[in-house]
């Protein structure tokens, strides 16, 4: 196969990450239940709470835990206190400091494809936060360019294209989000890998559409092997 560009997503492409905030979104509703919500409405205030600051203040664990707090002052009302807001900062420092944990079959593929193809880590969120993770997950060494953007849409894309100098019919972009990775990566007319994941962040859940480009979904990362 001809040497391509290929663009790799990292949170929950190359290392776990949403099913951490799964875990403290789930301990966040038990929280709330003393207060008479059920679960499911409680997470929809979550989630349009996340909307609304991810618009103000961008992604990453500050802006979630933020979110939090906002949620848990809307719902608790006058019986909010401070030693829950202090537990809700805890949580959120616990989920800052964890590790990015490599997915299996990531650091073997890695080293395959970056013999045969120019690899660029293309990641959003904010800029420190998502830095120190590539740092301490030790797979820079994998990729010609690392690039970390506030918002992943068509626009950003182009903009990528253009600076990397990637000819679209022999570029690639590799992720499991539809709403980030794939559709508008397909919709700047790049080629699009599509990994699923079981925790995807339902922000990012998404009808995956056709676009310029082709699409080819698969299971595992390292079944990228089979076909580049």
């Known amino acids: 196969m001809s040497r391509e560009t290929i663009l790799i997503d990292a949170d929950d492409t190359l ?16 929280l709330l239940e003393p207060f008479g919500y059920p679960r499911k409405y409680s997470r929809h205030i979550l989630n349009e709470t996340e909307r609304r600051n991810i618009r103000q203040h961008g992604y990453g664990v500050r802006s979630f835990g933020r979110s939090l707090e906002e949620t848990y002052m809307k719902l608790a009302g006058r019986a909010a206190d401070r030693a829950t807001l202090d537990n809700i900062q805890l949580r959120v420092n616990d989920l800052e400091r964890t590790p990015p944990k490599v997915l299996e079959g990531v650091m073997e593929t890695l080293d395959y494809l970056a013999d045969r193809h120019r690899l660029i880590l293309f990641t959003k969120g904010e800029a420190a936060e998502q830095a120190a993770k590539v740092e301490r997950s030790g797979l820079q060494i994998h990729f010609d360019a690392i690039e970390i953007v506030p918002e992943k849409d068509v626009a950003t894309y182009r903009v990528l294209v253009n600076r990397h100098h990637v000819v679209k019919s022999r570029g690639w972009m590799v992720g499991n989000s539809p709403h980030s990775d794939i559709n508008p990566a397909l919709e700047a007319g790049l080629n699009a890998v599509f990994i699923p994941h079981h925790a995807t962040w339902e922000l990012e859940h998404e009808e995956v559409r056709s676009g310029a480009g082709r699409l080819m979904i698969l299971m595992r990362f390292s079944d990228l092997r089979e076909h580049f």
Do not use: A, P, R
Request: net charge negative; glycine share 0%; hydrophobic share 40%.
């Open 15 to 30: 290392w776990e990450n949403n099913v951490y905030f799964e875990q403290t979104i789930e301990e966040f509703l038990t």
